[in-house]
């Protein structure tokens, strides 16, 4: 069973748009949860993190939301950029474990 | 970028040969990860390790086995391969816990004929 899903396996957004993706879970053990972004042949990087004692986080252009109760994350790009067309994966983890479960990714296509 | 090497970063291999990845990591990180994707799966743990000969299993570990002589070096084997093994098989690496996030290498992808 997924415990981590993402059930928009793509998204097209206009540049100076914002993109939003999403992310639901099931474990309400999760306790840290990261966003990655991925380009062909490469591997994912990591783009940021909340921890379940907030329920946002900033970084530039990108930020996060946890919603506990609805055991639900989001990340939000604003403005969105042609750079930033790639696969998006959620991923969490418990406290007790550094173990990475993930979603099976979101395909961002920002177009002009 | 963190320092992580994947080697080799494709292989064509035969059903039934060993095959091994190699992880190499310049950051003097404890812990690290071999995890597989594949279309619809996102990215699955195969195996990790926290330390030197520290290791342990993930969501996905039948059919491979690991080894971590050094704490730069973490080595992915399959013993016999399977066609159901050719995937892209990245390597991560983290300080540990504590809410660091992993940093992945570029891959390898691995076919099985």
């Known amino acids: 069973d997924q415990q981590v899903k993402q059930n928009s396996p793509s998204l097209s957004v206009q540049e100076g748009r914002i993109s939003i993706l999403n992310c639901d879970y099931t474990?309400?053990?999760?306790?840290?949860f990261l966003w990655y972004k991925k380009y062909p042949a490469e591997g994912p990087t990591f783009l940021i993190s909340i921890s379940s004692i907030k329920d946002k986080n900033e970084d530039g252009r990108f930020t996060v939301f946890l919603n506990k109760s609805a055991k639900h994350l989001s990340l939000h790009i604003v403005p969105s950029q042609p750079g930033d067309s790639a696969v998006y994966f959620c991923a969490a983890s418990t406290d007790n474990t550094d173990k990475l479960i993930f979603g099976t990714g979101t395909r961002l296509q920002v177009f002009p | 970028d963190a320092g992580i090497t994947q080697s080799p970063r494709h292989k064509v291999t035969e059903t039934g040969t060993p095959v091994t990845l190699r992880c190499h990591q310049t950051?003097?990180?404890?812990?690290m990860y071999w995890y597989r994707q594949d279309p619809g799966h996102g990215l699955r743990l195969i195996h990790y390790s926290y330390g030197v000969k520290d290791t342990d299993k993930g969501e996905v570990s039948d059919g491979y086995s690991v080894s971590r002589s050094k704490t730069e070096d973490f080595l992915l084997t399959l013993e016999s391969a399977t066609s159901s093994q050719t995937s892209v098989y990245f390597c991560?690496?983290?300080?540990?816990?504590?809410?660091?996030?992993?940093?992945f290498g570029d891959g390898t992808r691995l076919s099985i004929l």
């Open positions: 950051e003097n990180h404890r812990y």
């Open positions: 474990n309400s053990m999760f306790d840290y």
């Open positions: 991560a690496i983290s300080g540990g816990f504590g809410n660091q996030p992993q940093h």
